[in-house]
């Protein structure tokens, strides 16, 4: 089975800064791993991806997230946030098996202040 | 980009009672899931639907639920009878195919059993 632990649960800051929300995985094979967006009352949103190739993946909204097998970790990163990306950032894993589902964290809420 | 929706937004019934939790995904996308968030916990993997069947599902998915997808309609999850426990929301999500392809999630659908 994976686990996945989101350190942070809740980050604040100001517009304009850079933002770096932390994911830490437990998996023993190949690995899928993605991060998803959840603004209040709506659906999470896809951010990015990553399965294979080259270890940083770019996302949208100027997103990105660097897999660290070594770290068993997939950061993601933004180098200058806006006020819309106040919401809750979840990291989520899968192994091989599509059919099993995604193994989510907590997820860390992002507060962004002008 | 691609919707889910999910209706109703909120449902209320006493317990043992039965409720249908509906989902309209992607139009062509033909893997279906069901996710259970319970406030303040992880969301967590109930089933994954292909094909008309249940190809995967999780210890959660207990003899009283149930999913089925009638004609290309609705993706839907039946409770019967309901228990308090299974109070929470749930996510509703597709994927145009299994392997690395990104998930899609609706809005959730709010469960209260009184």
């Known amino acids: 089975t994976q686990t996945v632990s989101q350190s942070d649960a809740h980050v604040t800051v100001f517009e304009g800064d850079s933002v770096e929300l932390r994911c830490n995985y437990s998996y023993g094979g190949s690995i899928y791993l993605s991060w998803y967006i959840q603004h209040h009352g709506r659906g999470l949103q896809f951010l990015l991806k990553y399965y294979s190739g080259n270890p940083v993946v770019q996302g949208v909204n100027g997103f990105e997230a660097e897999f660290s097998k070594s770290d068993s970790s997939f950061h993601l990163r933004k180098a200058s946030v806006h006020w819309s990306d106040s919401a809750v950032y979840f990291c989520?894993?899968?192994?091989?098996?599509?059919?099993?589902?995604?193994?989510f964290g907590l997820g860390t809420r992002v507060s962004v202040f002008p | 980009g691609p919707k889910v929706l999910q209706i109703p937004s909120h449902q209320i019934i006493d317990m043992g009672q039965m409720v249908t939790l509906n989902c309209d995904p992607v139009s062509n996308h033909l893997y279906f899931y069901w996710y259970k968030q319970i406030l303040g916990q992880q969301m967590e993997f109930l089933v994954n639907?292909?094909?008309?069947?249940?190809?995967?599902k999780s210890k959660l998915f207990k003899d009283q639920f149930s999913v089925e997808r009638p004609d290309g309609s609705y993706f839907t999850l039946k409770i019967q009878p309901t228990a308090l426990e299974d109070s929470a929301v749930y996510f509703c999500a597709s994927s145009k195919t299994g392997g690395a392809r990104e998930q899609y999630f609706g809005p959730g659908t709010r469960l209260t059993v009184l």
């Open positions: 989520a894993v899968r192994g091989n098996n599509y059919a099993q589902g995604l193994t």
């Open positions: 639907f292909y094909n008309g069947k249940v190809m995967e």
